[in-house]
């Protein structure tokens, strides 16, 4: 039905430099570029980041920067949103191979065939998805404007929320508004053990469990905290507690340290003894990669303009209604 085009071509093989960080440096004033990176990347692309953030920040990095080429250090549907917002720049991506487990549960076909049995709904579509799953929603949102979002539409309308159940299920319980799911979920949120997350708790009893809402219902009952990415940042640096158990994907521990380095935060356990806990996408980019796509200028995200066009009035909308 819709299709995104990815290409690339091979990359000559250079040396690479001793200082990759002063090299990344150079070619952001180079390409007049920004970096932004997503809180699950590696420590050290946070660290050359020009911004971080969560899914909704980067959104709105990336609908108001001034520079000609926009370096996305995060998944493939983060850097689609920064070219549907920006279509006259060039967007790269270090690894096109970063998908998105979410985006993935949520075949074009099969939520438009799901969409048709619903004809009079409003569709909500979270953030991770796909360009052609956007182009089909009314309104986007963030696990951060999720709730406002849904809480801003008619009462007298039925609701899509997709692709995620999870953080659909805790958007229902906290607006009292019965949606209507698809059944998508993260391999990341869904890998953290109640078991061993309540065994943490005895061991640590004065720690506070943090978690954002895309964890199953069984992991965000013992949570003292729920939040989106950037809030579970906020709260830990907030809070009176000294150590937290988080329980999302672990990147974003680099950045709660930086910000509170007195304090312990110790990432939530998986089920299996494994680190099925760290989003395998995410963690496909490296600042190797980084350094070429700026070199090489690719890979570049490219879109049909249908589809682009489509995709950029629900995210205008989130983008006015999270004001």
Same mark, same amino acid.
Request: proline share 7%.
């Given at each position: 039905?819709?299709?995104?085009?990815?290409?690339?071509?091979?990359?000559?093989?250079?040396?690479?430099?001793?200082?990759?960080?002063?090299?990344? /440096?150079?070619?952001?004033?180079?390409?007049?570029?920004?970096?932004?990176?997503?809180?699950?990347?590696?420590?050290?692309?946070? /660290?050359?980041? /020009?911004?971080?953030?969560?899914?909704?920040?980067?959104?709105?990095?990336?609908?108001?920067?001034?520079?000609?080429?926009?370096?996305?250090?995060?998944?493939?549907?983060?850097?689609?949103?920064?070219?549907?917002?920006?279509?006259?720049?060039?967007?790269?991506?270090?690894?096109?191979?970063?998908?998105?487990?979410?985006?993935?549960?949520?075949?074009?076909?099969?939520?438009?065939?799901?969409?048709?049995?619903?004809?009079?709904?409003?569709?909500?579509?979270?953030?991770?998805?796909?360009?052609?799953?956007?182009?089909?929603?009314?309104?986007?949102?963030?696990?951060?404007?999720?709730?406002?979002?849904?809480?801003?539409?008619?009462?007298?309308?039925?609701?899509?929320?997709?692709?995620?159940?999870?953080?659909?299920?805790?958007? $229902?319980?906290?607006?009292?508004?019965?949606?209507?799911?698809?059944?998508?979920?993260?391999?990341?949120?869904?890998?953290?053990?109640?078991?061993?997350?309540?065994?943490?708790?005895?061991?640590?009893?004065?720690?506070?469990?943090?978690?954002?809402?895309?964890?199953?219902?069984?992991?965000?009952?013992?949570?003292?905290?729920?939040?989106?990415?950037?809030?579970?940042?906020?709260?830990?640096?907030?809070?009176?507690?000294?150590?937290?158990?988080?329980?999302?994907?672990?990147?974003?521990?680099?950045?709660?340290?930086?910000?509170?380095?007195?304090?312990?935060?110790?990432?939530?356990?998986?089920?299996?003894?494994?680190?099925?806990?760290?989003?395998?996408?995410?963690?496909?980019?490296?600042?190797?990669?980084?350094?070429?796509?700026?070199?090489?200028?690719?890979?570049?995200?490219?879109?049909?303009?249908?589809?682009?066009? $489509?995709?950029?009035?629900?995210?205008?909308?989130?983008?006015?209604?999270?004001?």
């Amino acid at each position: 039905m819709f299709t995104t085009v990815r290409p690339t071509r091979p990359q000559p093989a250079i040396a690479l430099p001793k200082d990759l960080f002063c090299a990344i /440096d150079e070619l952001k004033r180079e390409l007049k570029a920004v970096v932004l990176a997503h809180y699950y990347q590696d420590p050290d692309i946070q /660290d050359i980041a /020009d911004f971080i953030g969560d899914s909704l920040g980067l959104s709105q990095q990336a609908a108001t920067t001034d520079k000609e080429v926009i370096v996305f250090a995060g998944v493939h549907f983060m850097a689609e949103t920064a070219k549907i917002l920006n279509p006259d720049k060039l967007v790269l991506l270090p690894d096109l191979e970063a998908g998105c487990s979410l985006a993935d549960s949520c075949p074009p076909k099969e939520f438009a065939e799901f969409k048709e049995q619903h004809p009079t709904a409003i569709v909500v579509s979270y953030i991770n998805c796909t360009a052609d799953i956007k182009a089909m929603s009314d309104v986007i949102c963030t696990s951060s404007n999720a709730v406002k979002i849904v809480n801003q539409l008619p009462k007298d309308r039925p609701i899509i929320f997709g692709p995620d159940r999870n953080l659909g299920r805790y958007v $229902a319980q906290q607006t009292g508004r019965d949606l209507i799911l698809w059944q998508g979920s993260c391999i990341v949120h869904e890998t953290f053990s109640e078991k061993k997350i309540v065994q943490l708790k005895i061991e640590h009893p004065n720690a506070e469990i943090i978690a954002h809402p895309e964890c199953e219902e069984t992991v965000l009952r013992h949570a003292k905290y729920i939040g989106s990415t950037t809030a579970l940042l906020k709260y830990s640096q907030q809070s009176s507690q000294g150590t937290f158990i988080v329980a999302t994907e672990p990147g974003i521990i680099h950045q709660m340290q930086k910000e509170a380095p007195s304090k312990r935060f110790i990432p939530a356990p998986a089920m299996n003894n494994c680190s099925c806990n760290e989003c395998p996408h995410m963690r496909l980019n490296t600042l190797e990669k980084l350094y070429l796509s700026m070199k090489h200028k690719q890979p570049e995200i490219i879109m049909d303009e249908s589809i682009r066009q $489509a995709a950029l009035k629900p995210i205008q909308r989130m983008l006015e209604m999270s004001k």
